[in-house]
């Protein structure tokens, strides 16, 4: 049902070409006795007027077209076929004589909306026929701005009757001016932009319809994804008013791209991130052996050469311990996996530690190791500890490698302080070979290396890069002056919270702790499923404490069987192990074992680098953790700080 049009509304306007002015007035007098009908009459005479008329946007204007086929300029069913190309979307209503009724079936074949044989129709005839038309173009005019937003258009094509036309959208997609004409014809011209249509053509020709998705290359240069539909209507006369949709996707296709790279990405990290914790797991595993046996064997009786070998033994496990440490921590600030605490932190403690940890390294290299605190620094600061102790292991370690002679330095001072903030400077200085001007802009880069003539240095050229990274992340930057074969200064500044004095957390885990003494009883149940670290660490320990009793247990199960029937003081945990491993172990023991047995002090022992990181291994129910390879120092010190009640 054609819904009535209101008087009340703007006039529609109707394009006339009829070049009889007797029948040009009737029509007029028609349409203004037309109810339910407002209209104005544009008229002309000849179709050069009508195309010049519509040419100069108002084709946008016009609600319809009442087109005689008998025109001064143009005559029978070619008036039709100049006008349908150039207007594919406009209303014609074709005006004929009675002869030439056959004209306009034709002419409705070919594309145009209805025909009226002159002197055959009258008022409620001419005004219905006008009432569709403008419904039509409302519909026309909403589907193609539903298409607009929708990003779709669609075409129709039939090859024997010459007719192709397309919507609005179809020429956006393509990037084409909406009002250039195409026919048939050019789309066989392998020029036209829509000559790829005829492809879907002949392939929907074969297979009744196709839909496929498709990469165009628009006359702008844009390269558009699209999803397109096409289907075959077979006429009765075996010919074929092809139809198509097509929708841009390129959006769509660009998004699923980029989530295929994304999940290719976090899959690549994922895997990544596997492989670098088990090629660390694997890699310390044996070195806790390699460093731990030479540990004891370096306090037992040796002659000068073997005391060298032990002793070369040991700097080369170091090295590469050290290498490990550098790429493991360079995997974690690829994958974006810094996090930086902020909690307190006694920085004397700090700087004394990062002192004891390195010198050493300087005193075996007869280097002169001194620190300097500034004056008004607060002691107790609120940061991130661990990765201000990282930074600084790592430009003390590269200056001591890189210095044959002289000193090593760090100084710490204060830049200005705030209310609740302090500024801080700190420098690590050495009196090395220096670096040339030249690299001093690419010494934070990865596997930078520092070139020196006949002379090649270990490492793996990540530890600036690494330092670069956390000190960024910090919110500070790192920079370097050196002259090359006097020294360097490596420099930076960080902006911490000043601390809580009344709660000031201790570095050092013994401080305030009586070590055990040696002749100390005690019993230490050993969780490790690898015999030759089973040897290194009881060896450790009984050296260590004469009168300790180390239970050893090969898996979680063994473990839990042993502390029903027998109580032990403190376990060391290892953590990755068949039957049973050490997570699950610890849990159980928590849960399940009766008091105290369910409060004992759980240490875990293990090759995974990444326990350190945030210390998650707490939620599991350990109380800490001691990273393989072991220093003997540094287990003991963690075993006293838990057993203080052992006498």
Known sequence: MIKPISKLETPHKILLIEDDLNYAHLVELMLSDAEQLNCSIIHYKTLAEGIAFL???????????????????????????????????????????????????????????????????????LAKALRYSIARNNILRRLEETQQAAHIGNWECSPLDHYFTASEETYRIFGLPTRRPFSCEDLMQPACPFFILLSLQDEAQQKGKVQKDIWISRADGKRRYLATTCTANRLSNGTYLFNGII??????????????????????????????????????????????????????????????????????????????????????????????EKKNFQLSALLHNVVEVMKHKALEKGLSFSHQLGAGIPDILKGDALRIKQILYNLVGNAIKFTDRGFVKIFIGLLEEKENRAHLHFE????????????????????????????????????????????????????????????????????????????????????????????????????????????????????????????????????????????????????????????????????????????????????????????????????????????????????????????
Request: charged share 25%; with cysteine.
């Open 55 to 125: 040419s100069q946007n108002g084709a946008r204007e016009v609600a319809a077209i009442l087109l005689d086929l008998s025109l001064p300029d143009s005559q029978g069913f070619d008036t039709l076929e100049r006008l349908i190309p150039r207007f594919p979307n406009l209303n014609i209503i074709v005006l004929t004589g009675l002869d030439d009724k056959g004209l306009g079936v034709k002419a409705v074949r070919a594309g145009a909306q209805d025909f009226l044989v002159k002197g055959y129709f009258d008022d409620a005839q």
């Open 247 to 340: 929708q841009d996707i390129t959006e769509r296709k660009q998004a699923q791209e980029l989530k295929k790279a994304r999940d290719l990405a976090q899959h690549t990290t994922k895997v990544r991130e596997h492989f670098i914790a088990g090629i660390s797991h694997e890699m310390r595993t044996p070195m806790n052996a390699i460093l731990g046996l030479s540990n004891l064997l370096a306090q037992t009786r040796l002659d000068e050469e073997q005391a060298g070998y032990v002793y070369s033994i040991k700097q080369s496990s170091e090295v590469l311990l050290g290498i490990i440490n550098d790429i493991l921590q360079a995997a974690t600030i690829q994958n974006n996996k810094i996090q930086i």
């Open 428 to 647: 690590v200085i050495d009196s090395g070979i220096g670096i040339e001007k030249k690299e001093l802009e690419t010494v934070f880069e990865a596997f930078s290396r520092v070139p020196q003539p006949g002379r090649l240095y270990e490492g793996t050229g990540l530890g600036l890069p690494i330092a670069r990274s956390l000190i960024e992340a910090q919110g500070g930057k790192i920079e370097v002056e050196s002259t090359s074969g006097e020294g360097s200064c490596f420099f930076f500044n960080l902006w911490l919270e000043k601390g809580e004095p009344e709660q000031p957390p201790s570095l050092l885990p013994q401080q305030g702790r009586r070590p055990l003494p040696p002749n100390s009883a005690f019993r230490l149940l050993l969780v490790e499923d690898h015999k030759l670290n089973q040897a290194v660490a009881r060896k450790t320990l009984e050296k260590k404490w004469k009168n300790i009793e180390v239970l050893v247990a090969e898996n979680g199960e063994e473990a839990i069987q042993l502390l029903r029937q027998q109580p032990v003081d403190i376990v060391l945990m290892d953590l990755q192990m068949p039957i049973r491993d050490g997570y699950s172990t610890t849990k159980y023991i928590r849960q399940n074992l009766p008091a105290p047995l369910c409060k004992v002090p759980i240490l875990a022992m293990t090759a995974h680098a990444h326990i350190s990181q945030d210390g998650s291994f707490r939620m599991h129910g350990l109380d800490d953790y001691v990273l393989k390879p072991f220093e003997p120092e540094q287990l003991f010190r963690k075993i006293e700080h838990y057993l203080p009640h052992i006498t």
